[in-house]
């Protein structure tokens, strides 16, 4: 019976001498009772993924996170005083959390608060406010391991049915699509070559079942979704080791497929979250970047840093929203309605019709709208609220604003997405992206 995958978000020092915040040692004591009292309740029904003790010695601790997160069925994050205002970790862990639940609402999320450290009031403020965690039913309880737990239990529920929520995750998914698309048509040493020049440390646990190509492909298909902004080009380097492995083995198409897939991953999934949980346009979202509306023809893209950032809140093609981009901020509410609908329903010949709004209710929208220094900056109150009202008349539309002005001088109802996006992390995707993509071109023969 397969181990639900908990993950345990925490601010917390691995031993137990003097540091330099007088609660690092209670925060490390009710860690390990928690995960103590977790497994004592839920015994092999749970595997906790917690950084104390799942990390070995020359581990990437920062990939190696990434990897949980991105892979637990379920995740509880314990807000204690340090987490809430002296931890960047559980930031980040709280953003790319968020972004999982606002994706996926049966994933099940539960934010901690700790009697006499934090309240669930907190989690509507700050940063976590950002992210709208108190929106999420959330636990308060007395610092007591015990106490966490019983009420922990009771939205996970009956330990008997934890293995009915074991399904793959959207990660387990991609893995698993790029590793039977590599264990089919690649030679088993083509993998093995690959996995000796660019994998070779990457530990191959011996699954029941599995060949050893599959585990070789499984080994690659981890690799090639090891992105991160600290390390933009280690992605796209490794497709390429891949690609010179496997060239005749992948048809054009096929590595066109597989670099289509991992192309958006150098986007930091935090502040990814922030699209799919912003439906209705509230908040509307602002996002700054140099090449965010910039035309990549070589990367077959009209809004390079906007698209990544689309492809990398909705992983796969078919769950991506309709984007429509205007031109101006100013342009009638009539001619915005119209240009969606021609996206959703072409050419209807009555798109106010009940049997028109059903079909632009069940899409997800984009509308994404210039505010940069060039063209008037952040939007006026009255432009906002015009936007706002015309995005509650759909179920699913998003407003993001490509604005740079400073999240202090950002209007009432408009929030800039966090982490910022850091210019050089910028350069070096599309730097890396599109020589990777001429790579392509000139490993199959084809014209960009």
């Not at 978000?9 to 031993?15: A, E, T, V």
């Not at 968020?98 to 009031?121: K, M, Q, Y």
């Not at 000796?196 to 599959?214: K, L, N």
């Not at 008037?376 to 740079?404: H, I, M, N, Q, W």
Request: charged share 25%.
């Amino acid at each position: 019976m397969p181990a639900l995958k908990l993950f345990l978000s925490h601010s917390s020092r691995l031993d137990d001498v003097p540091h330099r915040y007088s609660d690092d040692d209670a925060n490390w004591r009710l860690l390990r009772e928690t995960c103590e009292a977790l497994k004592a309740h839920y015994g092999d029904a749970i595997r906790i993924l917690v950084d104390r003790d799942g990390l070995i010695p020359g581990d990437d601790w920062n990939r190696e996170l990434n990897l949980w997160l991105a892979e637990c069925q379920a995740a509880i994050i314990l807000v204690s005083e340090r987490a809430l205002k002296k931890s960047d970790w559980v930031a980040k862990e709280a953003a790319i959390l968020g972004w999982r639940r606002a994706l996926d609402p049966t994933f099940t999320l539960i934010p901690v608060t700790i009697e006499g450290e934090s309240t669930p009031a907190d989690l509507a403020q700050g940063f976590f406010g950002s992210l709208d965690l108190g929106r999420i039913q959330c636990v308060h309880a007395e610092h007591d391991a015990q106490a966490i737990v019983d009420q922990i239990a009771v939205g996970m529920g009956d330990p008997r049915l934890l293995a009915g929520r074991c399904g793959h995750t959207p990660l387990d998914q991609l893995r698993c699509a790029i590793a039977h698309l590599l264990a089919r048509a690649v030679a088993p040493a083509a993998l093995d070559a690959a996995l000796d020049t660019i994998a070779a440390t990457e530990p191959q646990a011996a699954e029941p079942g599995f060949s050893q190509r599959d585990r070789n492909a499984q080994a690659l298909a981890r690799m090639l979704l090891r992105a991160s902004v600290q390390d933009v080009w280690g992605c796209f380097d490794t497709f390429r080791g891949v690609l010179r492995h496997a060239e005749g083995a992948l048809s054009f198409e096929q590595a066109k497929w597989l670099f289509e897939r991992i192309r958006s991953l150098w986007v930091h999934p935090g502040a990814a979250a922030f699209l799919p949980a912003a439906l209705g346009g509230k908040p509307a979202l602002s996002l700054c970047g140099a090449y965010m509306s910039r035309p990549g023809p070589n990367v077959g893209s009209t809004a390079y840093t906007f698209d990544r950032y689309v492809e990398r809140a909705w992983s796969w093609p078919a769950e991506r929203p309709v984007v429509v981009h205007l031109t101006r901020l100013d342009t009638p509410a009539q001619d915005v309605r119209s240009m969606i609908a021609e996206k959703i329903i072409p050419g209807h010949p009555n798109p106010q019709s009940e049997g028109a709004r059903t079909a632009l209710n069940r899409e997800t929208i984009v509308l994404c709208i210039p505010a940069l220094p060039d063209s008037g900056g952040a939007p006026d109150p009255r432009s906002l609220g015009d936007l706002t009202r015309l995005a509650e008349g759909y179920a699913k539309l998003v407003l993001v604003f490509l604005c740079c002005d400073p999240a202090e001088a950002l209007p009432d109802g408009m929030r800039a997405l966090v982490p910022p996006l850091d210019p050089r992390v910028e350069d070096d995707a599309y730097s890396a992206e599109s020589a990777a993509t001429s790579n392509i071109h000139r490993t199959y023969g084809r014209l960009p």
